[in-house]
């Protein structure tokens, strides 16, 4: 008997004008001194309702599905309210960030690398294709976790799809950029 039907509650395929940001998806880095991991911010317009109620429910699921390891030791099992949860609201933790503006965004991550293809569903391979600022849909999942002492629900990363070009953020400009205004009479003072 196959599994075909299955549908995972806890796993999301965000919006195709999901934009990603802090993008370490070519190779792991190593947050406070913790494993090494694939990590990437998604960016999620408050206007794409569907992928934040996927979010949601997904969240609501993984918390149901979780239940035994939240409670531990404990008595009873936190209310989600309690918990620390993945979906977080741009306008109120990133106010000063014009990416993060009228979205929310949730931080996903892995310890073995993303697969990462183009619009096609074709692989990149070329590791400047996916920069800070793209658009692409992300699919990822959420679990419950109940570690030295803290408790909630995260979101791990499966694979990204880019599907465009978006303006890159952060100050980091391109070399094309840098050297783009023609100003070469200093070069031979």
């Not at 939240?70 to 933790?93: C, H, M, Y």
């Not at 791990?156 to 465009?164: A, E, P, R």
């Not at 303006?167 to 391109?174: D, F, P, T």
Request: hydrophobic share 35%; charged share 25%; glycine share 8%.
């Amino acid at each position: 008997m196959s599994n075909n039907n299955y549908v995972n509650p806890t796993k999301v395929i965000t919006g195709v004008n999901t934009r990603w940001s802090y993008a370490n998806v070519w190779q792991p880095k190593s947050i406070n001194g913790g494993a090494p991991k694939y990590s990437v911010s998604l960016i999620i317009p408050k206007s794409d309702k569907k992928t934040v109620e996927k979010i949601k429910a997904a969240i609501q699921a993984a918390y149901e599905e979780g239940e035994a390891k939240l409670k531990g030791n404990g008595k009873s099992v936190p209310p989600l309210a309690a918990l620390k949860t993945p979906l977080r609201d741009g306008d109120l933790e990133r106010p000063d960030d014009e990416a993060y503006a009228n979205s929310y965004f949730v931080n996903a991550n892995s310890g073995t690398a993303p697969g990462i293809v183009d619009a096609d569903r074709q692989p990149i391979i070329d590791t400047s294709e996916v920069y800070f600022g793209v658009y692409g849909r992300a699919s990822i999942n959420f679990y419950a976790f109940n570690s030295n002492g803290n408790k909630g629900i995260a979101c791990g990363l499966n694979n990204l799809q880019k599907i465009k070009d978006g303006e890159h953020l952060g100050s980091k400009m391109s070399a094309e950029d840098d050297f783009a205004d023609g100003d070469e009479d200093d070069f031979l003072d």
